[in-house]
């Protein structure tokens, strides 16, 4: 999931009132008489509404199969836990024993030091049913670091209705996106895309469809700042200045998804984790209405990011035992499977794909393909933190207050500062 840094937060708590206390918070951990018991305090960065219900429900059923444990659930908003966690890992107090870690987080945290090597503890049960591709952001230096949970990509996300009433087809590239929304807006009066422009995950697809990419971390070359992001940069403004999207500098999340439940816009680019969120929408009440497509190709072709969930345990924690059983059950077969039927975020252990609940399910069947065509992030400590300045610049182009030139060259300049030693 990659809501954004919008989110509103949320503490419940499962057996006792939940606090922000975390592992070393004197959780009298450990087996009673070989039984798990004692506090896991678990943050979970999910979607409030949607997403948020169906992992509270499984993390009281873990506690149902380990009545001694008590799981305090703290759902932290995704754009802050980042640096929540580190900050309270380096203080040593008030860090959860397990998190729900975004894909990038992994490599950061692990290289910090807070996180607990997982090799030959009970959470990595059934280790060899992950997908390859999801299990490489939990290694870092030939240890595992956490356990994968959901693993997902982004598509184009359109109201059929819209489409039909306007007569156009899905756009298969970028210009058959301005030619569509052009259509759209003659003939409906509808906006053809809301782009977010907030946050600069959903600028990689652009990105990746102008042969480009961030860095090159083999090279340990920044290539953000080549004709590719440039070019990148400018189909984005130009998208903009066309008027075939409208964008926005703050809360973009809500703004987007609004703007798409309510029939304001035809089109957006969203993942797997928005689907749930998006059929609660008066416009998607028959769900068959909402059509999801790959993300209009580029120059160079069609790309989007890998994104995912990884969960991780505190190298802190005082309750390590049931903070590893926690993440084993949470991540498990029957778990994504769960998961999977009633939010259709993609699991990442194959043997749940073939699961007939799983294998019906259609946005599933849709993505699991764009998954598999993904493009793998750079899994370096820094790689959660590129998405800083790239952010500002990106902002800044969409909005006109710098040129996509300048825009790349700026990102790259931060890059290089961030990444010592770096081309």
């Not at 896991?40 to 219900?53: M, P």
Request: glycine share 10%; with cysteine.
């Amino acid at each position: 999931m990659r809501r954004g840094i919008a989110a509103t937060a949320l503490v419940a708590a499962l057996g006792l009132t939940a606090t922000a206390c975390g592992g070393d918070s004197g959780s009298d951990g450990g087996k009673a008489g070989g039984e798990l018991s004692g506090t896991v305090t678990w943050w979970d960065t999910s979607t409030v509404g949607s997403e948020d219900k169906v992992f509270k429900k499984l993390a009281e059923d873990f506690t149902k199969k380990h009545p001694k444990v008590t799981v305090k659930y703290v759902n932290v908003p995704f754009g802050e836990a980042q640096n929540k966690f580190k900050n309270a890992a380096q203080s040593g107090s008030g860090a959860p024993d397990v998190i729900r870690s975004e894909v990038a987080w992994t490599p950061e945290f692990a290289d910090l030091g807070y996180l607990a090597p997982l090799d030959g503890t009970a959470a990595l049960k059934n280790q060899d049913d992950f997908l390859e591709q999801a299990a490489a952001s939990t290694e870092y230096k030939g240890k595992t670091y956490a356990v994968p949970q959901v693993i997902d990509s982004m598509g184009l996300f359109y109201n059929k209705r819209i489409f039909e009433e306007a007569g156009v087809e899905v756009p298969q590239t970028v210009e058959d996106l301005k030619t569509a929304a052009a259509a759209i807006k003659k003939k409906t009066g509808k906006t053809g895309l809301y782009l977010r422009g907030d946050d600069p995950y959903w600028f990689l697809s652009f990105l990746y469809g102008e042969g480009g990419d961030m860095v090159d971390a083999e090279k340990k070359t920044v290539t953000v700042d080549g004709p590719a992001g440039v070019k990148a940069m400018q189909t984005v403004k130009d998208l903009v200045d066309s008027k075939a999207a409208i964008t926005d500098a703050t809360n973009g999340w809500d703004n987007m998804q609004a703007a798409f439940k309510d029939g304001k816009v035809a089109m957006m680019i969203n993942g797997p984790w928005a689907v749930a969120d998006t059929h609660a929408g008066a416009e998607f009440a028959d769900k068959a209405n909402l059509g999801i497509a790959p993300v209009p190709a580029g120059s160079a072709g069609q790309g989007a990011p890998q994104g995912g969930h990884n969960l991780a345990v505190y190298a802190g924690s005082g309750n390590l035992p049931a903070s590893y059983a926690f993440a084993e059950y949470m991540t498990s077969a029957e778990s994504q499977a769960k998961v999977a039927t009633e939010l259709s975020l993609l699991p990442t252990r194959e043997s749940v794909y073939i699961k007939p609940d799983v294998a019906k399910n259609e946005m599933i069947g849709f993505f699991k393909p764009v998954v598999e065509k993904s493009v793998e992030r750079p899994w370096i400590p820094e790689g959660g933190s590129l998405f800083t300045p790239l952010k500002t610049e990106y902002t800044k182009v969409l909005t006109g207050q710098t040129s996509p030139e300048q825009g790349a060259k700026a990102t790259g300049a931060e890059y290089r500062k961030l990444l010592k030693g770096w081309k």
